[in-house]
């Protein structure tokens, strides 16, 4: 599948999941300015990234590796989010799910929060924040 592997540990420890050393992140954008501005982000705070540009991509992830947190785009190439979120839960995946989404109906957003997602950030969104937005979703 298409995807980059993205190691970057600061070596600081982490809070979250004692059982672990590092938080694993799985971003998905097939917009390559916005991936690589959501890597970059989560990079700075020290986390493993698996980007994913697409649906195929991020099943292929999700059925290799277990991830503490997911940043998940709703309007992939070659799927819809929703339908991704609905099967990751479906499954019993518990990650934290942080949507970025262009959708700003509030009928969307209250449809993919009930779904599992835990947190729906719209686009056009300020990196900083998406970085205070995983840090709220990664506290113990």
């Known amino acids: 599948f298409n995807i980059r592997r993205i190691q ?3 070596g600081n420890p982490l809070k979250y999941k004692p059982a672990v050393n590092h938080v694993s992140t799985l971003p998905t954008s097939h917009l390559l300015d916005v991936a690589e ?3 970059a ?3 700075r705070l020290g986390h493993v990234v698996d980007w994913a540009c697409d649906g195929d991509s991020a099943e292929g992830w999700l059925a290799i590796a277990t991830y503490d947190l997911i940043v998940l785009d709703l309007m ?3 799927a819809d989010g929703v339908g991704l979120l609905r099967a990751m839960r479906a499954r019993g995946l ?3 799910v942080l949507v970025v989404t262009a959708r700003a109906a509030v009928s969307e957003r209250v449809q993919v929060l009930d ?3 835990d947190e729906y950030l719209c686009k056009p969104f300020d990196f900083d924040e998406v970085q205070a ?3 709220s979703l990664l506290r113990l």
Do not use: K, Q
């Open 8 to 10: 970057n540990l600061t």
């Open 37 to 39: 501005g959501v890597v």
């Open 41 to 43: 982000a989560i990079e």
């Open 76 to 78: 992939l190439p070659d």
């Open 94 to 96: 518990d990650a934290a």
């Open 115 to 117: 779904l599992g997602a």
């Open 133 to 135: 937005r995983i840090r």
